[in-house]
């Protein structure tokens, strides 16, 4: 069935764009809630008296991707990892703790629009990622994962502690 989105619909289109769609799709989710209507002439002139608007807003959304863009590429993606010594990391930096990074930042980027090169990071080291805006626009972003040092100095210094106080009643017994 053809029809013309009346909203933007997350996966389908935006405002004004025609799109072929399953009947039952049409008839119990898009039409019942508004987000699109049935192509025919009475629509078509309605979205034709319309479209000044809509290339408007693309254009602004255009515009605002563009800017977006040259903020997220002048950041860095600075993440402290707890990693062995070896710089494998525990765990892996993956598309939602960089999205949370940029949230913490003042940034509200879906997890699914940042793609990193074979998913995740498992290692101590610069990375580059992806992530989509609007159309083609696409930002590419810089990452340094670091290893967290503070948790495997706290871990090892209770275990040197507790060594030397095993090791102090074993030297007393042995001066006796």
Avoid: W
């Avoid at 508004?34 to 479209?51: G, L």
């Avoid at 255009?62 to 590429?73: F, G, I, M, N, T």
């Amino acid at each position: 069935m053809k029809v013309i989105l009346y909203t933007d619909v997350k996966h389908l289109g935006e405002m004004g764009d025609v799109k072929n769609v399953a009947n039952g799709y049409a008839r119990n989710f898009l039409f019942p809630h508004m987000y699109a209507v049935p192509y025919n002439d009475q629509t078509v002139a309605y979205f034709e008296s319309r479209k000044e608007e809509i290339e408007a807003r693309k254009e602004q959304k255009r515009k605002d991707a563009a800017s977006l863009k040259d903020k997220l590429e002048a950041l860095t993606v600075e993440l402290k990892v707890p990693a062995a010594g070896n710089g494998k990391l525990f765990g892996s930096v993956t598309s939602l703790t960089i999205s949370e990074f940029l949230a913490k930042n003042g940034f509200d980027i879906e997890r699914k629009r940042i793609e990193i090169p074979g998913n995740s990071i498992k290692s101590v080291g610069n990375y580059h990622c992806t992530i989509h805006l609007y159309e083609a626009s696409n930002a590419e972003v810089k990452i340094s994962v670091v290893a967290q040092e503070e948790e495997a100095a706290k871990k090892a210094e209770p275990k040197k502690a507790k060594a030397a106080e095993a090791e102090a009643p074993a030297e007393e017994a042995k001066a006796e």
